[in-house]
């Protein structure tokens, strides 16, 4: 299916901005005008537990979701300024069961979200990758390849046709 980011990005303010807000993070997710051609439900529920997590993981500071399209992918990047991940910990993140639990961090859950969130990069052909810096923050990058891209057609007939994405780099 085409699933437009504009779309999806909708829904996850829809269902975390009053989280976020009562947490009293920002939310920030940044328009990006791209098409990917993928499953919409297995999609969302990727992005879904990574901004379940950033907002999970945060208590202060501010949930990003920003978009950066070169020629040979989409990376969604869901930062945020939370606790962070201890970095020999960073390599068992997506182990199933697997929580980080340092000075009573752990949270809520089971650890199942980021195994969840690897299975399903990997039945959609995308990648996922985790960067972070305890006490700073943690950012999460889903690298979506081109073959999955279109950019939303502009102008007047926008409904009846998509153009690849251009090979140059944009930002939303
Ligand atoms: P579940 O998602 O099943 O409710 P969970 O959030 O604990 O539980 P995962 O989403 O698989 O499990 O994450 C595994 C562990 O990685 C978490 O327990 C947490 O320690 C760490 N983690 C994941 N995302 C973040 C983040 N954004 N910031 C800090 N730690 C994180
Ligand atoms: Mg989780």
């Given amino acids: 299916t085409n699933v437009p980011l504009l779309e999806l990005f909708h829904q996850l303010i829809t269902e975390f901005e ?14 990006a005008a791209l098409i990917v051609s993928t499953d919409r439900n297995l999609f969302y529920q990727l992005l879904q537990n990574l901004v379940g997590n950033a907002l999970k993981y945060t208590d202060h500071g501010e949930v990003a979701v920003t978009c950066v399209a070169d020629a040979a992918a989409l990376a969604i990047t869901i930062s945020d300024t939370g ?7 960073l390599d068992r993140i997506f182990d199933e069961y697997y929580q980080v639990d340092t000075q009573g961090a752990k949270r809520m859950g089971v650890g199942l979200g980021l195994a969840i969130v690897k299975e399903v990069a990997r039945l959609l052909g995308f990648s996922v990758s985790i960067a972070s810096r305890i006490g700073q923050g943690t950012q999460a990058t889903v690298n979506i390849p081109h073959r999955f891209l279109a950019a939303v057609p502009t102008g007047n007939d926008a409904a009846s046709s998509v153009e690849p994405v251009e090979g140059t780099t944009r930002r939303a």
Wanted: charged share 25%.
């Fill in 83 to 89: 606790i962070g991940i201890p970095s020999d910990k």
């Fill in 18 to 31: 009053s989280i976020a807000q009562a947490r009293g993070i920002t939310l920030r997710i940044e328009p």
